[in-house]
Structure formats: structure tokens, C-alpha cells
């Protein structure tokens, strides 16, 4: 397997992962980020902040949607970068409440899946890989993209 080739099934299983992890919240309108909010070791007034009443509809919103959204996003290979700094962001999320340090969750020291996922999707960006057999190649021909390079370089 070349470069390339492992690039682009990287890319695309890691967005198969996030895109699972976001549609099964979507489909299941018994799914809460309460729980999870609410056990959390580290900031836990952060996170118990999300999980107040008026505001937890929205946070499961935009976790449910980011999840899927940026799962969409790598499997098709456009706006890589984009959807890579966004999970990013969800990722650090989701590391802190299962840190206590320098114990991540039961089975981790200080690194756990979240750091991993993070720094897979980091490496997407930096290689732009949306451009291997993702829609990114196609885009960076569209007379907006052109027009726009600050816009490509945001997307990918």
C-alpha cells in the first residue's frame, strides 16, 4: 500500500468512526450528554455547565451534528481541515472529564483514545488530505476556490 493510499483509508476510517459516534446520537432521541457532563473529574463546573436544563438541548445538538458533520466531512475529503480542527475540539472535550490526572479513564496513562483520534486528525490537516481521493482536489478547481485561496487553505 502506498502513501496515498494509506492516507486516504485513514482518513476515511477515522471518518467512519466519527460519523458512527455522531449518527447513532442523531437516530436515538433518548441519547443525553447529561451523564457524561455531569461525572466529569476534571472542570467539572465547566462541563456541569453544558449540562444545565436550558442549555443541554443545544449542547446535544451540536454534539450530535459535529460528530456526523465531521464524520461526512472525512469520509467525502472535503473540508478535511475544517472538520479535522473541529474534532480536534471535540476531542479535547472529551479527554478532560475521564482525566484524572495522570489517570485518563481506567485503562489510560495521561494518553487515551482521545489524544490519539486528536493527533490522527492533526495529521490529516497538515497533509491535506482531502486532495487523495477526496473531493478537495475537485473543489480546488472551482473558480471560488480560485477566487478565494484563503478559503481553500481554511477547508483543506
Known amino acids: 500500500m502506498n502513501t496515498s493510499s494509506l492516507l486516504a483509508t485513514l482518513r476515511i476510517a477515522i471518518g467512519c468512526f466519527f460519523f458512527y459516534a455522531g449518527i447513532v446520537k442523531v437516530m436515538n432521541p433518548a441519547w443525553s450528554a447529561a451523564g457524561f457532563l ?4 476534571t472542570f467539572p463546573e465547566f462541563y456541569a455547565w453544558f449540562a444545565q436544563p436550558g442549555i443541554l438541548p443545544w ?8 460528530l456526523t458533520l465531521v464524520g461526512v466531512a472525512l469520509i467525502l475529503g472535503i473540508g478535511v481541515r475544517l472538520a479535522s480542527f473541529g474534532g480536534i ?67 483543506g
Open 59 to 66: 449542547t446535544n445538538l451540536l454534539n450530535e451534528w459535529s
Open 89 to 155: 475540539l471535540l476531542m479535547a472535550l472529551y479527554y478532560f472529564p475521564s482525566l484524572s490526572f495522570p489517570y485518563a479513564g481506567d485503562h489510560a496513562y495521561i494518553v487515551d483514545e482521545h489524544v490519539i483520534y486528536a493527533l490522527l486528525l492533526a495529521y490529516l490537516a497538515a497533509m491535506k488530505a482531502g486532495r487523495v481521493w477526496g473531493l478537495e482536489r475537485w473543489c480546488a478547481n472551482l473558480s471560488l476556490c480560485t477566487r478565494f485561496p484563503k478559503l481553500r487553505a481554511l477547508l
Open 38 to 41: 455531569n461525572n466529569a473529574k
